[in-house]
């Protein structure tokens, strides 16, 4: 029976879960499985685990209650070992880099942004900063529209002056809320947004970040931002348990993505 991983705790936290449903149907207990001076929270995987709502939230409720009374190493979902064994041998043999971990994410959560451009305000502003789109576009009006390959022309420059501000706006982004954090993640590239960044941040400092994020709303106005959290810190764990060293934990992304 392989082994499904939750998270990752000090073998002293006080508040691990044991006996609470986790993940399939019906749903496997879990339970604690302690290597020195760390736990692993886990339950026995179901076979054909698929990222249903139901499994989504049986492992962050998991997760939840680990982490009410201490900090936890959250896995995504997922996170699968061949048994325990192989669990417990990687918690031995990772153990400083895990305690290292737990050292750095106590007391902390993390923040996914992503950003978009608005669509009418960032034409406008592509319009106002490019003569020559400008010109072209003007040119094109007083001749009642102008001709299929003005028009095509115009739209090609459009489109490349709106991409060509896709990495500087997210640079301009990541530069407002970089200094109210603890650490960034970039996260993959996602059809539809020019930025999908996680940030690490101090609980008790999670105001100060979200008035970051207000300010960057106002400061840049042609963006669509948007923000999901307080999240368990997923990006900011890896390496995972199931994989080889030096490799990111494998698994689909329940948080920040």
């Not at 207990?29 to 990222?51: C, F, K, W, Y």
């Not at 936890?72 to 061949?82: D, N, Q």
């Not at 060509?164 to 970089?178: G, M, P, V």
């Not at 042609?222 to 368990?232: C, D, M, Q, S, T």
Request: charged share 25%.
């Amino acid at each position: 029976m392989s082994t499904y991983v939750y998270g990752i705790a000090a073998s002293s936290h006080p508040g691990l879960p044991e006996g609470m449903g986790g993940v399939g149907d019906p749903p496997r207990p879990v339970r604690i499985l302690r290597e020195g001076d760390l736990a692993a929270v886990v339950s026995d995987a179901p076979e054909g685990l698929r990222p249903k709502r139901k499994d989504l939230l049986a492992h962050q409720n998991v997760l939840s209650e680990a982490g009410a009374a201490g900090c936890v190493l959250p896995m995504r979902f997922g996170s699968v070992a061949p048994d325990d064994n192989a669990v417990t041998g990687v918690l031995a043999e990772r153990a400083e880099h895990y305690k290292e971990r737990l050292r750095t994410l106590d007391g902390r959560v993390e923040y996914n942004v992503k950003a978009n451009h608005v669509e009418e305000a960032v034409l406008h502003q592509v319009m106002a900063e490019n003569p020559e789109i400008r010109g072209l576009a003007e040119a094109n009006r007083q001749a009642g529209g102008g001709s299929y390959d003005d028009k095509i022309r115009l739209g090609e420059m459009v489109a490349a002056a709106v991409k060509a501000r896709e990495a500087d706006d997210a640079a301009a982004l990541q530069d407002i809320l970089e200094p109210v954090a603890q650490a960034v993640s970039v996260g993959p590239e996602s059809t539809g947004w020019l930025a999908n960044v996680s940030f690490l941040v101090d609980r008790e400092a999670a105001e100060n970040f979200l008035a970051a994020v207000e300010q960057a709303r106002k400061d840049l106005p042609h963006l669509e931002v948007r923000v999901n959290g307080p999240l368990p810190p997923y990006s900011f764990v890896e390496p995972g348990p199931t994989e080889p060293a030096g490799t990111a934990a494998g698994g689909t992304d329940t948080g920040a993505g």
